[in-house]
C-alpha cells in the first residue's frame, strides 16, 4: 500500500526511479458503508454512448470526493452524474446533500456547479467488481440531515472526513 504521508511528494528529476508506488495506482478502495466526503474537483466532460448503451449522448459532471476511513486511509471516489432528465434525481439528490438547493426546491431552479467544489456532504458507497477489479460507487447522496442520522447515529458509519467538515445546514 503507498504511504499516504508521502503519495504527494515529486520525484526529484526525469531520471528518478519509479517505486512500487506504480503497481499500486494510488488506488483506495473503501468499504461499503456511509462516509461524510469533500467535493475536491468537478469535471465536465461530454459522454458519448456506446452501441449498447442506455443513455443519450449528454454532458455528464464528474464528482471528485474525498473520504477518510476509520484506518485514516484517504480515497477519492469519482461519481458520474449524467445529465439526463431521467437522472435529473440524482441531480437534485446532490445538490440537496451538499444544501445548495431545499430538497422541496421548486421546479425551474438551475444546479449551481460552480459552487459545488469545496462543499461537504454524506454519501453512501458500495463496491463494485468490472473486469475483475473492485471499485467504488456512490449510491446516494444523503440530505443532511439524514447524513447527520447515518454517520453519528446509526450502527457501522464511518467518522467523518477531518479538517472541517461541517453539515451543510448544520447549527455552529
Known amino acids: 500500500m503507498i504511504d499516504q504521508s508521502t503519495a504527494n511528494e515529486a520525484y526529484e528529476g526525469w531520471d528518478a526511479p519509479i517505486g512500487e508506488e506504480a503497481d499500486e495506482g494510488g488506488f483506495v478502495l473503501v468499504p461499503e458503508g456511509t462516509y461524510a466526503a469533500t467535493v475536491v474537483k468537478l469535471d465536465r466532460e461530454r459522454y458519448e454512448p456506446g452501441p449498447k448503451s442506455k443513455l443519450p449522448a449528454c454532458w455528464k459532471a464528474v ?34 446533500a451538499t444544501g445548495q438547493i431545499a430538497a422541496d426546491a421548486a421546479p425551474g431552479w438551475t444546479p449551481p456547479w460552480n459552487e459545488l467544489v469545496g462543499k461537504d456532504l454524506a454519501i453512501e458507497v458500495s463496491v463494485s467488481e468490472h473486469n475483475g477489479k473492485d471499485y467504488n460507487n456512490v449510491d446516494k447522496y444523503l440530505a443532511p440531515e439524514e447524513g447527520q442520522r447515518a454517520l453519528f447515529g446509526g450502527a457501522g458509519a464511518q467518522q467523518p472526513a477531518q479538517g472541517g467538515f461541517s453539515f451543510p445546514g448544520a447549527g455552529a
Do not use: P, S
Not at 474525498?66 to 435529473?88: F, H, P, Q, S
Open 63 to 96: 464528482v471528485h470526493m474525498l473520504v477518510r476511513t476509520d484506518g485514516g486511509d484517504e480515497a477519492t471516489i469519482r461519481d458520474n452524474v449524467y445529465l439526463t432528465k431521467k437522472n435529473a434525481w440524482k441531480i437534485k439528490q446532490l445538490f440537496v
